[in-house]
């Protein structure tokens, strides 16, 4: 049989100089705008060059017999991923995570086109090593550093997963209101809503929470199979309880029944466009993914 030749997908997602340029029409505009509101535009021009040339290195490097493809962030819930592919994050750490939860087994490899920016938790290796990284990965000489992932199930079958988190509660600044529970303990609440996260997610927001709260739960190690409940301000009121606040989520899941009419929702890695809806009745089971996100070392 003969050997599938390697594809190679490369992810980006628009810089905000492209963005300001989509806005106000022109190049002169965007800068005209930036300036106004005091803004250094040569920074937006500095960092939108390393983007570019970032991803222009990458492809240069590629066998001319190897199939690619480049897409933008907000294509990736229509791009059909195939098994084979090892997929190029080249941008900021955020942007793995959105890549996360659309891939399957395939190998992602993170790319920092500007350190200076970029603190690189995900996106780990320099440009100029980018394409032996590559290289390496298609022949499956790289080391895998497994990150559990997050994943909530609806009653009605829909699924979402998240590399970072999963967060239930209203679309908007009102109480979020539902049952919740963790192993034999339930409790109604109105909060700010939840999040159930990883330990990739426990080095971002869920972090926050614990800081300004104190909570020492413990936060799992990115690849351990073990998540961090963390309920947002949970309101003491008759018939609500503020006892179920934080915990380690292991064997049992969380699960949740909405007691919302309007407005309840849950999201992955704070991406709020896609969401699914949690209202009334409703009940979600929300615990660790059967399918870890394998990234370059």
């Not at 992810?11 to 100089?17: G, H, I, Y």
């Not at 933008?72 to 942007?95: H, K, N, S």
């Not at 709260?213 to 309920?231: E, M, T």
């Not at 008759?238 to 969380?254: D, H, K, M, N, R």
């Amino acid at each position: 049989m003969a050997q599938l030749v390697p594809r190679i997908v490369v992810v980006t997602r628009a810089t905000e100089l492209r963005l300001l340029v989509q806005e106000h029409g022109t190049r002169d505009q965007a800068r005209f705008a930036v300036r106004e509101e005091g803004r250094n535009f040569d920074g937006l021009v500095r960092r939108d060059a390393l983007q570019h040339d970032a991803v222009a290195t990458v492809l240069r490097s590629l066998p001319a017999s190897w199939r690619r493809a480049t897409i933008d962030r907000e294509d990736l819930a229509t791009f059909l991923f195939d098994p084979e592919d090892v997929v190029v994050v080249i941008g900021q750490d955020g942007l793995v995570p959105n890549v996360a939860k659309y891939v399957d087994r395939q190998l992602v490899l993170g790319v920092n086109p500007d350190p200076s920016t970029y603190e690189g938790v995900l996106v780990r290796h320099p440009v100029a090593q980018a394409p032996r990284r590559i290289e390496l990965a298609v022949s499956g000489r790289v080391e895998i550093d497994e990150r559990t992932m997050v994943e909530a199930r609806l009653d009605d079958g829909q699924r979402l997963r998240a590399l970072n988190e999963i967060f239930v509660g209203h679309r908007s600044h009102q109480s979020a209101r539902y049952r919740l529970a963790l192993g034999d303990v339930e409790e109604r609440q109105s909060s700010s809503g939840f999040i159930v996260a990883t330990g990739t997610g426990c080095t971002g927001w869920a972090r926050s929470i614990a800081r300004e709260r104190g909570d020492a739960v413990g936060a799992p190690a990115p690849a351990q199979r073990r998540l961090a409940l963390y309920v947002r301000e949970a309101f003491p009121a008759p018939g609500y309880g503020t006892s179920l606040t934080a915990a380690i989520v292991e064997a049992a899941p969380v699960t949740a029944i909405s007691e919302m009419t309007a407005g309840g929702v849950v999201f992955g890695d704070g991406i709020e466009d896609d969401y699914l809806r949690f209202v009334w009745g409703r009940r979600i089971e929300i615990g660790v993914s059967e399918r870890p996100l394998r990234l370059v070392a």
